[in-house]
């Protein structure tokens, strides 16, 4: 038997083969070649991609030149959204490496929040931990926490230091061993088709009668239209960290080992590809 | 199994909540001064706010939302909102007095997970107060 610690490794050190482009009416001195870039799943846009900036910026002028920002066939790539999420919402099922198209003009304001500098990256992933830790604990781990566990969360996550991070992030793993698990799981279910930007309910790990809810659960309760219909065919993936997970899991385990480091479970439902 | 959370009648709030965003959701659910208001009292002068809102929660057509002030940010005429459209315009926004929603959350489900007695409480100010 794997040991479950493999997987928290296995989903830290996911990574996306990814070809950043330059769009066609941005304005340039010399050619612009494509960039090549491992992207961590776990992290966000505009945290690792300085290069990608710094390599365009080069064959521009500077007053060509304002804030960066990723698109994918028309679709806006939301910096605050995990990476892996915005590769499984949507890019599941296409080749790779997955091709995103850079912009440095028509920033759209619309759908995008601006990210002038990481302190925003920083501030918004602790204002995730701390709110999946008010609906693990009442938020009574993260504010027995120091200030300086905190950053070290935040600079395992920068740094991509796996030991670092997990040092302090599994003490927000925790639960008294009376209560079978956390008092609520943070999920967000996203979905490629619908206009809302996700589904977050309160949702208990264990049932009254003392059963370990399953990602099925959850899903019949939340998002039944994720569910195939009994003698139906299956319509929808779902997907974490880009594998299907199976529907018998018990949602504990997942939001344990297959959270991302804002301790979210982001799950996204997609339509099966039909060939 | 359903949970007690998820029955019927807290969900149809939720999804009403989720669109509170609207003017058009009740008569008190825009904001409670500017032109909007005046507007809508014009038309319907015999309807005192209280009433407003009452039938308001009646018709679950909106979520509370409690703002309350932090430190010396100069605090707001009213502080009892039906709509979320003019905190948009805030700095910052605290949920419980500890976390920042995320940007994109909507209200009907911030009220859901962290609500209570039909409120949701939201603290704000002009610069940070919780890390």
Redesign the interface.
Known sequence: MTDDKDVLRDVWFGRIPTCFTLYQDEITEREAEPYYLLLPRISYLTLVTDKVKKHFQKVMRQEEVSEIWFEYEGTPL?W?YPIGLLFDLHASNTALPWSITVHFKNFPEKDL?HCHSKDVIE??F???I??AD??KHK?QV??EMQ?KD?KQLWMGLQNDKFEQFWAINRKLMEYPPEDNGFR?IPFRIYQATTE?????????PI??GGQLHTLG?LLK??CPSAIAPEDGEQKTQVMIHGIEPMLETPIQWLSEHMSYPDNFLHISIIPRPTD | WRSPRSSPRRAARGVAGATAGRTGAGPAAGPPSGRGRQRRVAEQPEEPAGDAKKKVMEARASVDVLLKAVGDTPIMRTKKWASFLKLMGLRFIYVNQSFAPSPDQEVGTLYECFGSDGKLVLHYCKTQAWG
Not at chain 1, 196 to 204: A, E, G, N, V
């Open positions: 939301k605050h929040l501030a918004h602790m204002a995730c701390k709110e008010a609906l938020s993260i504010n200030k905190h609520y809302r930007p996700f589904i977050q309910k309160l949702f208990r049932a009254s659960d309760d939340v």
